[in-house]
């Protein structure tokens, strides 16, 4: 009998969950990746590419609605994103 090893990879939630709390951007997570909750806040000086007008809100990353306030974005899973946040790992949306 063939035995199939199915390797237990944790499914990531890619969507937001309404109750998820926000992120912190002292999540050591957040801090690793220049997380802020306001794209405006963020160091120049450490992010020279950073742009005001890049939001996880225009983000590819983003797990909702380019109007929600907030939403879940798959590098924080279990966290909220601010709509008119920034990280490092900003891609924009197609
Ligand atoms: S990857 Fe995109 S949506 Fe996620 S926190 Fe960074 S900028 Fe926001």
Known sequence: MIQ?????????????FAQAPALAESDPQAV????????TKVDKAKFPKHEAAQKC???ALYQAKATDAMGGCPLFAGKQVAGPGW???WVKKA
Request: net charge neutral; glycine share 12%; charged share 5%.
């Open 87 to 89: 990280c490092s790992a």
């Open 32 to 39: 690793a990746l220049g997380y802020k909750a306001d794209s």
């Open 57 to 59: 809100n225009n983000c």
């Open 4 to 16: 199939l090893s199915v390797t237990g990879t944790a499914a990531l939630a890619g969507q937001a």
